[in-house]
């Protein structure tokens, strides 16, 4: 059964604190993996999309990475306004779903 | 500019009433979706219409109804609403299966059945 588990359910940092959020997959078949932030009261908000392992995509203070397991959001020097929930979700190739994790909640303390 | 809207924001029933949450994309898009977001957060994608085709449709009770007149509109109905159906729904569009620029997402409608 494809499945996503992000981890840790939530993160809480000093600004400037850098660290990684993982998301760990089970999928017969990546057709690509998705990040989204989603900020409280909002809907998802697409970051990045990975497609084989060893790729790798940058935005701001963001990096996410892909291996065949697992792939890790790092944030690096973290400011305030990065805090949000950050989803992670996978796609396989047998359907165009898209099959979530239940999302990290990262807090970032000035 | 708004891309993807969904009315209401907020929208409290009581149990048994008949309700619709509209959305709208101006995206261009050809496909739109519809989401459950329950309170652990996870989202669970509820139907999927493709240029006005029904494509996906998971197993969500018979009381829920999408309807898509143009590709730009997908709008869901319910009937008999239950206790267990408070959630905030979301309605998104994007390039079938995803593609490199992923879903863009409304901002949600919080349903409360009371």
């Known amino acids: 059964e494809d499945q996503v588990t992000q981890s840790p359910e939530a993160l809480r940092l000093q600004e400037g604190e850098s660290s990684s959020l993982n998301c760990s997959y089970t999928?017969?078949?990546?057709?690509?993996l998705f990040w989204y932030r989603q900020d409280p009261g909002k809907g998802p908000e697409f970051l990045f999309t990975?497609?084989?392992?060893?790729e790798e995509k940058e935005k701001e203070r963001l990096k996410a990475t892909l291996t065949k397991k697992e792939s890790f959001l790092h944030i690096t020097a973290p400011k305030p306004e990065d805090s949000a929930t950050y989803l992670c979700?996978?796609?396989?190739?047998?359907?165009?779903?898209?099959?979530w994790g239940a999302g990290t909640k990262l807090i970032i303390k000035p | 500019d708004t891309a993807v809207s969904q009315t209401p924001k907020y929208l409290v029933t009581q149990m048994g009433n008949d309700k619709s949450i509209k959305c709208e994309q101006n995206?261009?898009?050809?496909?739109m979706y519809w989401y459950k977001q329950d309170s652990k957060k996870f989202l669970k994608i509820m139907f999927s219409?493709?240029?006005?085709?029904?494509?996906i449709n998971e197993t969500v009770p018979n009381r829920f109804s999408p309807k898509s007149p143009d590709k730009a509109h997908l709008n869901l109905h319910i009937n008999s609403l239950e206790l267990g159906d408070s959630a905030v729904y979301f309605c998104?569009?994007?390039?079938?299966?995803?593609?490199?620029?992923?879903?863009?997402f409304g901002s949600g409608t919080r349903l409360t059945v009371v």
């Open positions: 998104a569009s994007g390039a079938l299966g995803g593609s490199n620029y992923g879903y863009t």
């Open positions: 995206l261009g898009h050809d496909t």
């Open positions: 219409y493709n240029n006005k085709e029904l494509i």
């Open positions: 999928v017969s078949g990546l057709r690509g």
């Open positions: 990975l497609y084989s392992a060893g």
């Open positions: 979700a996978v796609q396989a190739y047998s359907n165009y779903q898209l099959i």
